[in-house]
């Protein structure tokens, strides 16, 4: 199996980043196998989205709906509402594994991979690239 770990800067504001061109540069050489993503982060999620269409404001909106930043929740530490980002990962999880053939992601037309992160206390990710061939 082979791993990287790629730097991404969230920033201070809720966000829905795209790192499908990283993904595309790591698994171009690798051939036939599976591409898994991985955010180590109990803060952060991984979506297969459409994204630049306004799904990705939809998605912010609908995380806003479900997971409101007040102060109902109990791990409270950090902005308000922060105790939902450490809900989030159970509706969005931390990873997403993809098919890829001869070097290339098999995404639908319209996806993307991103990195959902509602935490912005904390502007700085990892994300662990991992390739296991056939």
Known sequence: ?????????????ERVYDITSECEA??????????????PHATAGVAIIE?????????L???????????RWRHAHGSRGHGRSHVMPGLIP?????PVISGKLALGT???IAIVDL???????QVRLSFLSD
Do not use: C
């Open 1 to 13: 199996m082979r791993s990287q770990v790629i730097e991404v800067t969230t920033g201070s504001k």
């Open 26 to 39: 790591f698994a171009r050489t690798q051939g036939d196998g599976l591409l898994h993503v991985f955010v």
């Open 51 to 59: 994204l630049g269409a306004g799904s990705d404001d939809d998605l």
């Open 61 to 71: 909106a609908a995380l806003g709906d479900l997971l409101p930043a007040d102060d």
């Open 94 to 98: 931390p990873y997403a594994t993809i």
């Open 110 to 112: 319209w996806q993307s």
């Open 119 to 125: 935490n912005v206390d904390n502007r700085e990710r």
